[in-house]
């Protein structure tokens, strides 16, 4: 399973418009299934986003990602937080999605990126967990 991890472009303009305050906000990370197809380009706000993950201890819009928080070293930026999951969870999913939960609606929560598993994944009465490369979320260079 080839696993990748992509940035929103909005996530930049959403930055340098101060609608996403990273280590303040709510910081959501939702599963979404197979029927949701990423588009880094156009996708900007939470409303863009279809085919959320549903099922026994999955709560719509995901979970709070803990202590986020936004580490500078050189010319990089890295964003991280705690690991996530869903205990005795029974739900299924091919992306993640990370998104500010601040603003008051779905065409104001702005996207900041997402994971592809590559393939659909699921739990069965177990914890669906995802943890983060020991690096961060996500990271960027500039040179």
Known sequence: MAITH?????????????????????????????GYTP?????????SVTNEASGPNYTAGGVTLGTP?????GSTVTLKGDN?????????????????????SDAQRPLISYVDFGETVSSTSATFQATWNALGLLSVSVA
Request: no cysteine; glycine share 8%; proline share 3%.
């Open 6 to 34: 992509k940035i929103y472009r909005g996530f930049f303009e959403s930055v340098f418009n101060k609608e996403i305050d990273f280590d303040t906000d709510t910081i959501k990370v939702m599963l979404v299934g197979a």
């Open 84 to 104: 996530i999951s869903w205990p005795s969870s029974t739900i299924s999913g091919r992306y993640l999605v990370i998104y500010d939960a601040t603003p008051g």
């Open 69 to 73: 928080q936004i580490v500078g070293s």
């Open 39 to 47: 588009d880094q380009a156009a996708h900007r706000y939470k409303s």
